[in-house]
C-alpha cells in the first residue's frame, strides 16, 4: 500500500495558475501509472493527466494545453501545474497511483477557480 499526500490547492481567479504537488511514501518508479483525477461536485471522478511507468503521458482533452503533468522520482514527487484556469476547473484535486493492478489515492485537495 501507498500513502499519497496532496497540496497546493487553494482560490484562484480565472487566468491564474497552480501547482499541485503529491508526495508518495513509497518509489513512484516502479508504480504502472501516477497521476492525477479531479472530482466536481454532484460529478464522477475523472483522470485529468496520467504518466505511465514508460513514461507515456495522457490529458483530458478539456486540459490539454493548459495543464503539465511531471514526476520527480528521486523525491517521490509527482506535479501538476495548472495555467490559464478556468472556473469549470473546479473540484478536489486527487492523486492517483497504480501499482501491479492496485488503485491508491491520496485525500484530496480543493481547487476553487473564480470567475
Known amino acids: 500500500q501507498v500513502q499519497l499526500v496532496e497540496s497546493g490547492g487553494g482560490l484562484v481567479q480565472a487566468g491564474g495558475s497552480l501547482r499541485l504537488s503529491c508526495s508518495a511514501s513509497r518509489s513512484i518508479y516502479s508504480a504502472d501509472t501516477v497521476g492525477w483525477y479531479r472530482q466536481a461536485p454532484g460529478k464522477q471522478r475523472d483522470p485529468v493527466a496520467l504518466?505511465?511507468?514508460?513514461?507515456?503521458?495522457n490529458y483530458a482533452d478539456s486540459v490539454k494545453g493548459r495543464f503539465t503533468i511531471s514526476r520527480d522520482n528521486a523525491k517521490n514527487t509527482v506535479y501538476l501545474q495548472m495555467n490559464s484556469l478556468k472556473p469549470e476547473d473546479t473540484a478536489v484535486y486527487f492523486c492517483?497511483?497504480?501499482?501491479?493492478?492496485?488503485?491508491?489515492w491520496g485525500q484530496g485537495t480543493q481547487v476553487t477557480v473564480s470567475s
Open positions: 492517483y497511483t497504480n501499482y501491479y493492478g492496485l488503485n491508491s
Open positions: 504518466i505511465t511507468r514508460t513514461g507515456n503521458i
